[in-house]
């Protein structure tokens, strides 16, 4: 079994000791603490800056960014570091929802009420955080139709945050990417049944 632990061929030591394991630290990766190991790499006269809780992955992202950068595929990801999903729903809600009060005191307040999503950052944002809200609000005992519509809004959101604000981030709410709760498309079915008193109009 390969151990990850172990310096590969072409890593550069720093000379620093993992305090944790007692093994030398590639360049670029301190260690802060109890699984805190920091990564620190320059492209492009940007500073990439990351935390780990092993040497291991702090050296694995090094070269992974090593590689990008070659490439000309390294994105920048410190602007997303600072927003969060509850930070699209407000400007949202503020710049795009004047003509929408039902959706206003209803739905948005919902999302933003959700911690565990509204607290996540872009850089982090993925399909399984959309996948524990579903589940969350499926949970509390909402109905389907108000799952989804909620899911459709935040998908909406995000949308409309990728194409206006250039917010540079994979829309993890799409209904291609998190699937719906089932039953919230079933049509009622209503039909009049004939008045058969004649003393009746």
């Known amino acids: ?14 000379g620093r000791i993992d305090s944790a394991t007692g093994k030398p630290l590639p360049c670029g990766v301190s260690y802060r603490g109890p699984k805190q ?27 992974e960014t090593t590689a ?8 920048d990801t410190r602007p997303l570091d ?3 999903i509850g930070t699209l729903v407000e400007r949202y809600r503020d710049e795009c929802m004047a003509d929408r009060k039902a959706d206003r005191v ?10 565990a999503l509204s607290s996540v950052r872009l850089s982090k944002f993925s ?3 959309v996948r524990d809200f579903r589940e969350r609000t499926t949970g509390a005992g ?12 935040l998908a909406s959101i995000i949308q409309h945050a990728i194409s206006e604000w250039d917010i540079t981030i994979v829309n993890h709410a799409s209904g291609r990417i998190v699937k719906r709760p089932e039953g919230a498309d079933k049509k009622r079915n209503r039909r009049l049944q004939e008045n058969r008193d004649s003393s009746l109009p």
């Open 68 to 75: 990008k950068a070659e490439l000309g595929q390294f994105t």
């Open 37 to 63: 190991y920091m990564t620190r790499k320059m492209v492009d006269g940007r500073r990439g800056q990351e935390t780990f809780s092993s040497a291991a992955q702090a050296r694995r992202w090094l070269s």
């Open 142 to 153: 909402y109905a389907a139709t108000t799952v989804v519509k909620r899911l459709n809004l």
């Open 82 to 84: 600072k927003m969060t």
């Open 1 to 14: 079994m390969f151990d990850d632990t172990k310096p590969l061929a072409g890593d550069v030591m720093s």
């Open 106 to 115: 209803g739905h948005i307040p919902a999302i933003l009420r959700d911690p």
């Open 127 to 129: 399909a399984a955080d």
